[in-house]
């Protein structure tokens, strides 16, 4: 009797020690800094934000901003990993933003801590950077970069108060062969830039990138057509996109002449820059804005 | 014509290879054997005749257990079909097919040691004495010298000879051929039939060769079968067999029946057909 | 070639030779990589290592041997030299089901659905190919034709109905990879365990595939059970390439380089073929999964390890050609 109440008390031990090793860790002790492993774009901009850039050891082969992460040795991206270059990296924290808990098992498996992140919407973004804090020991850090994005995007929801929301689509251009192009659908990330703009979505329904044809933005309507060609450099290729977009003049922006081709890259990455994207954005559908009017940023 | 008919058993004792009331159609309604019932005796050299049609190679797949007849039964060696094992059947029973152009490079060492599967085991693994038969194969056919050449670079009576000694390996007691001799001259037949004689005499094969040369038969086998539309419709020793009145409405063609007088064995001239505007084509 | 018999000494001694150039490409692909471990001095990071480059080599073995003997028994069995593993269809059920699985299930239950689709293909084109229980080579290749079209169209349309996020993943996939993210050391059980028991099942049949090879009739009655061998033999083939995609997706030629190169080696005695099948095929993926991880190395990206085996099929095939016309042109 008393050895299996021996046994059971062990067990017990055991069972506890288990719960409290799977409850939230601590944030770890500052046993020297850390070695962060960041393996998408938007979380290498916000370490580097947070001041975090000279405790990342390595990056995805995407991460480009800032430029001082391109010296970051790169180890692949999210679908396909070189796990013996992350393992020669020897970091011990990793971000990415993914949903594949294959990726995330097999970094923890090498002895890496692994911190799978969302960042669909704002609050997700601003939920990350908590996190990132956290797991980094800085929180003061995170909180000083939340406070400067959301100042940014206060300011500018406050140069397009009071005017007319116009309806807005945010599109990519078509690819070749296709007959449809992506938008941004409501409760998008981009959505929500459009919303601080001073903006309202053309598209009415809640999807993810849904695609559609030029008929249904005929149908659609928007005052205004933002179509993000990031990476498509080439100047014809711009006069393409818009002579392609001239085919329609049903559509009221290119009966209006206010179909705009945008070229910053981070217009659709959740880091740091969203404040900037909400402002490029707003001065493209207001152009006097540009001129100074309104507080600015 | 209708009847069927069986030959007499030999004096050797039970037939050595027996198919009774055996039926087979490839398709329904579509009956190539129908009621057929024949019985060979050990140690001779029996032909199969008949024309087109008639059955002849479907009864030699038969009787190899290639095709299971929709009625009758088939004995070989005194036992039903279904008791062998196919290892075990093709240790007893040999078959030369028609020569086919099938495109694979093989040497004639390597044909004829495939006549070996039936001995060799699983795996297949070879021993001295699957050497000694396949050697042994080789000399009876006369092909020893071909041994590493390619069965593609030897003409059509070495070629068959080939095929023949691949069946030999097998040491067998029975040996089907389906019309060895077609694509051959008249020298390689001649030699051909030899061959089947002597395989007959000295080494007491039987041997049931499917033929379409009804001359060339009579004049090398101990006994005919003349096939007729899937049944036996004649069975016997050639003088029995190769008569006009036998063989006329069988291939429905006039014949002329003579005999060579130097072997005492009949062959046959076809007539051109009466009124040729009404002949058949 | 055959001047010499193959007694059972003869074979053995193929067997362990096959078996042991294998190991030596496993130790070789284990102790070899694009980091180089070996002046490092943490230990649990050189352990670490050596672990993925194991389950890599496991993995890539067990794939590659069973695409090997899958192709060569599907060779021997449609008397076709060109055939491979997923001409009969069921590389595409196996990929649509694990495509669908990785969608709406979970990435981690995507071997089961694999050899799920796998299974009701087999069942699917042996229902269509078969007539009174027995299968033509004609037929079967027939069928296969017209299932693999049909998946193909399934795997375009759910490529096309989802994320764009989604659609990079997919199309990865398909081109055939061994993933380190989850070692699925069970599927590399069960894979390498349907390969010895394919090798030993082929090995019983290679005698029935030599023969079936100059006809069906003359095999038959050279005592091989035709209709139950194609039968077995289509059954066996398509479990192991359907074992295979769903450990690393659909790796292409190594099903159909490696009989060819075994061939012009050996000869067409598939007694000898299978074996060396077996550990040939093995050995050739690992040695490609290891160019493809220096590969990695060096660029920083690397195609994966079935984008580098169609690489060599191409140039591969050319030579064949080539080489058929130039025998048959001595020929004449």
Redesign the interface.
């Known amino acids: 009797m008393p050895r299996a109440l021996h046994a059971a008390a062990i067990l017990i031990g055991w069972a506890a020690a288990f719960a409290a090793g799977c409850a939230d860790p601590a944030p770890p002790e500052a046993e020297g800094p850390a070695r962060i492993l960041s393996l998408t774009p938007n979380v290498t901009e916000i370490l580097f934000a947070m001041g975090l850039g000279g405790d990342v050891v390595g990056r995805s082969t995407y991460c480009d901003y800032p430029p001082e992460a391109r010296r970051l040795p790169a180890v692949g991206d999210t679908v396909r990993l070189n796990l013996e270059k992350v393992v020669a990296l020897e970091p011990t924290l990793a971000f990415l933003v993914t949903k594949r808990d294959d990726v995330v098992g097999g970094l923890e498996r090498l002895g890496v801590r692994t911190v799978a992140l969302e960042s669909d919407t704002m609050p997700e973004l601003i939920a990350s950077i908590r996190i990132i804090g956290t797991e980094t020991g800085r929180r003061g850090a995170a909180e000083i970069l939340i406070a400067r994005i959301e100042a940014d995007l206060e300011a500018v929801r406050r140069s397009v108060r009071g005017r007319p929301r116009p309806k807005v689509l945010f599109a990519f251009p078509m690819t070749v062969g296709s007959t449809t192009m992506m938008v941004a659908g409501r409760g998008s990330f981009v959505d929500e830039l459009l919303a601080v703009a001073g903006a309202e979505n053309a598209y009415p329904e809640a999807a993810d990138w849904p695609a559609v044809s030029p008929e249904r933005v005929v149908a659609l309507g928007p005052e205004v057509v933002l179509v993000h060609a990031a990476g498509e450099g080439a100047p014809d290729r711009l006069d393409a996109i818009r002579r392609a977009w001239a085919n329609w003049p049903g559509i009221p922006a290119v009966r209006d002449g206010r179909v705009h081709v945008l070229t910053e890259p981070f217009l659709t990455i959740p880091g740091p820059r969203v404040g900037e994207a909400a402002r490029v954005i707003a001065e493209t559908i207001h152009p006097d804005l540009r001129a100074g009017g309104g507080d600015d940023p | 014509m209708a009847e069927d008919r069986t030959t007499e058993v030999a004096d050797a004792g039970a037939a050595w290879v027996e198919a009774r009331g055996v039926e087979f159609a490839y398709r329904p309604g579509d009956t190539v054997l129908s009621g057929l019932s024949l019985a060979v005796a050990r140690g001779r050299l029996v032909a199969l005749l008949g024309p087109n049609g008639s059955g002849k190679t479907t009864l030699l797949?038969v009787l190899?257990?290639?095709l299971e007849p929709d009625a009758g039964t088939v004995h070989v060696g005194g036992r039903p079909l279904a008791e062998y094992s196919?290892?075990a059947?093709?240790?007893c029973?040999?078959?030369v097919?028609q020569e086919?152009a099938?495109a694979?490079?093989?040497?004639v060492?390597?044909?004829v040691?495939?006549?070996r599967?039936?001995h060799?085991g699983?795996?297949?693994?070879?021993?001295?004495d699957?050497?000694r038969a396949v050697r042994g194969a080789l000399h009876l056919t006369d092909t020893a010298r071909f041994a590493?050449r390619n069965l593609?670079e030897l003409s059509g009576g070495e070629r068959q000879r080939v095929v023949i000694a691949r069946a030999l390996a097998?040491e067998p007691d029975l040996l089907?051929l389906d019309e060895p001799t077609s694509f051959l001259d008249m020298k390689h037949q001649h030699a051909i039939y030899g061959l089947l004689g002597r395989l007959v005499r000295e080494r007491g094969l039987t041997v049931l060769c499917v033929s379409h040369d009804v001359s060339l038969a009579a004049a090398y086998a101990d006994e005919l079968v003349l096939l007729a539309r899937g049944r036996v419709a004649a069975a016997g020793s050639p003088a029995d067999v190769v008569r006009t009145d036998v063989l006329e409405p069988v291939y429905e063609t006039p014949v002329a029946v003579r005999t060579d007088e130097a072997t005492g064995r009949p062959y046959v001239l076809p007539r051109a057909a009466a009124e040729p505007s009404g002949s058949a084509d | 070639?055959?001047?010499r018999?193959?007694?059972?000494r003869r074979?053995a001694l193929t067997v362990l030779t096959w078996a042991a150039a294998w190991a030596m490409a496993a130790v070789v692909g284990v102790m070899v990589g694009a980091e180089d471990i070996w002046s490092w001095e943490d230990g649990d990071a050189v352990a670490s290592v050596l672990a993925l480059r194991f389950y890599s080599v496991m993995s890539a073995s067990v794939v590659g041997a069973s695409l090997a003997l899958a192709g060569l028994a599907l060779q021997a069995l449609l008397r076709n030299p060109l055939a491979t593993p997923y001409v009969l269809g069921v590389s595409g059920g196996a990929s649509l089901c694990i495509i669908l699985a990785g969608l709406f299930v979970s990435v981690l239950w995507q071997p089961v659905f694999g050899f799920a689709g796998a299974l009701a293909t087999v069942a699917i084109v042996y229902g269509v190919a078969q007539r009174r229980g027995r299968l033509e080579p004609y037929t079967l290749l027939l069928s296969g034709v017209i299932i693999n079209a049909f998946y193909a169209a399934g795997i375009m349309l759910v490529t096309s109905l989802v994320r764009p996020a989604e659609r990079g993943a997919i199309a990865y996939w398909m081109m055939g990879s061994i993933s380190r993210f989850d070692p699925r050391w069970w599927l590399v059980g069960v894979v390498g365990g349907l390969a010895v028991a394919g090798g030993m099942l082929f090995?019983?049949f290679?005698?029935g595939f030599?023969?079936v090879?100059?006809?069906e009739?003359?095999a038959?009655?050279?005592?091989?059970?035709v209709s139950r061998l194609r039968v077995v033999t289509f059954v066996g083939a398509s479990l192991l390439t359907g074992a295979s995609v769903a450990l690393a997706g659909p790796i292409g030629f190594v099903g159909l380089i490696c009989p060819h190169l075994l061939r012009m080696l050996l000869g067409?005695?598939h007694?000898r073929l299978v074996p060396a099948s077996l550990f040939f095929g093995a050995a050739f993926l690992v040695l490609a999964d290891l160019t493809a991880r220096l590969l990695e190395g060096i660029g920083g990206q690397a195609p994966p390890v079935g984008v580098l085996t169609a690489m060599c099929g191409g140039p591969f095939f050319i030579y064949l050609l080539r080489a058929r016309w130039r025998r048959i042109a001595q020929?004449r």
């Open positions: 797949r190899l257990g290639l196919r290892a059947l093709a240790r029973a040999a078959y097919p086919t099938e694979v490079t093989l040497t060492l390597e044909t040691l495939m006549g599967s039936p060799t699983a795996l297949g693994f070879e021993s001295e699957d050497w590493d593609d097998q089907l | 070639m055959t001047t018999p193959l007694t059972r074979y090995a019983v290679a005698k030599n023969l090879a100059v006809g009739d003359a038959g009655a050279m005592g091989i059970r067409a005695d007694r020929l």
